[in-house]
Nanobody, 120 residues
Framework: QVQLVESGGGLVQPGGSLRLSCATS????????MGWYRQAPGKERELVAT???????NYADSLKGRFTISRDNAKSTVFLQMNNLKPEDTAVYYC??????????????WGQGTQVTVSS
């Protein structure tokens, strides 16, 4: 069994910052590519950023310069630093990861999501 647990969401004023974390646990051998996605009310889920096991990153063009993805391979954890937040960043943010499991090989998992609300 593998679990992804996001944390760090909350209410923040425009221009503020938040740092999201996603920790993996369970019967896993290693974590490959990881990513952050978000879904605003009434909108489809969209990619925010991804990071490979070697640290290569990819961002949505509109978020470059404000958001930074990083990871700690020793702890199998991925982070998302969000700066200069705007009301349009309000969404549920989801963690995603490809993991090697002990029993079933490589599988893809989603976290439960964490709410980010940007409002004055």
């Amino acid at each position: 069994q593998v679990q992804l647990v996001e944390s760090g969401g909350g209410l923040v004023q425009p221009g503020g910052s938040l740092r999201l974390s996603c920790a993996t646990s369970g019967s896993l051998l290693s974590v490959n590519d990881m990513g952050w996605y978000r879904q605003a009310p009434g909108k489809e889920r969209e990619l925010v950023a991804t990071i490979s096991s070697r640290g290569s990153t990819n961002y949505a063009d509109s978020l470059k310069g404000r958001f930074t993805i990083s990871r700690d391979n020793a702890k199998s954890t991925v982070f998302l630093q969000m700066n200069n937040l705007k009301p349009e960043d309000t969404a549920v943010y989801y963690c995603n990861a490809d993991v090697w499991t002990r029993q079933l090989g490589i599988l893809n998992y989603w976290g439960q999501g964490t709410q980010v609300t940007v409002s004055s």
